[in-house]
């Protein structure tokens, strides 16, 4: 799930899921059926995963007596179109209090639980902040 993970770090209100056939190559596979997901700016990625959760469930009673006849139709992929992210490490987790307010905060609610949590140093411990808000601009 680290698309969507990367989805609210970068302040997007969207996210999707789709149903593709397995290549070879990762993410090469033609595409059965996608569903696009939207979230709001205050959704952590509990709530959005939820709704990631509710979308494979949905393609699945869309397409599962097809895909078990094997009368399903898929469509390949526009790899011009295709966006990546990349692996998350734990320093990915910690947060650069140089970036802007909205940047620490879409960082916090992206790894709020069931993720490890943000986290940050004060006196050389570790504190993992799970909630955050921003305030009110100067």
Known sequence: FAPTVWSIINGRSFTGASLVCIEEEVDSGAVVDSIKLLFGQTDTI?????????????????N????????????????????????????????????SAEQCYNLVRALTWPYPGAYTYCEHQKLVVWAAVVGPKR
């Open 46 to 62: 509990r709530e959005v995963l939820e709704l990631v959760t509710e979308a494979y469930l949905e393609l699945l009673r869309r």
């Open 64 to 99: 599962f007596a097809s895909l078990l006849d094997g009368t399903f139709l898929s469509t390949p992929q526009d790899h011009t179109l295709a966006t990546y992210t990349c692996k998350r490490t734990d320093q990915d987790n910690c947060i650069d209090w140089t970036r």
